[in-house]
């Protein structure tokens, strides 16, 4: 059965790796604390209104989601090795663009990584994101257009690396 590509979640061998961290943590350190809280918390009876309690049974359920959605994540990835020619824009490469705006022009540099690994602010957007989706499979020279909350806006890429 082929992945459909909707489902693969791209990680670099460093996302991949904070990932393994996490889920260890959580697994080990976090649940047993979580357990001890839980073990004082009934030690002081009346379960029906011990916020202690309640707090961290609703905890316990966050943490146990997290785990979930990591493990899943891990059973999903794909790494990103070599991201192959810089002839169009892949998951992986780093692109500079130029935002047309009305006589005004923007240069921006960005990475296109999976959602896991994202942090706009540090240039790393998702290839889920309006960006990355419009950037995807884009050439050098070629001017795509991105639907962002404020109105579309028009890229023109510079270089792909």
Do not use: C, W
Request: proline content about 2%; charged content about 30%.
């Amino acid at each position: 059965m082929t992945q459909d590509l909707t489902d693969v979640v791209y990680l670099t061998e460093e996302g991949l790796q904070k990932i393994k961290e996490e889920l260890a943590y959580l697994k080990g350190e976090k649940r047993e604390e979580l357990a001890n809280r839980l073990q004082t918390a009934i030690a002081q009876g009346d379960l029906k209104e011990n916020a202690d309690y309640h707090a961290t049974k609703e905890e316990q359920g966050f943490v146990d989601g997290r785990i979930k959605d990591l493990e899943d994540s891990l059973r999903r990835a794909k790494i990103i090795e070599d991201v192959g020619p810089a002839d169009k824009v892949r998951v992986g490469h780093t692109v500079t663009v130029v935002e047309l705006d009305e006589g005004d022009e923007y240069e921006a540099t960005y990475t296109i990584v999976g959602a896991h690994e994202a942090d706009p602010g540090n240039g790393r957007i998702s290839n889920e994101s309006p960006f990355g989706r419009a950037l995807l499979g884009a050439k050098k020279g070629q001017t795509v257009a991105v639907e962002t909350p404020g109105g579309q806006i028009q890229l023109k890429i510079q270089s792909i690396a």
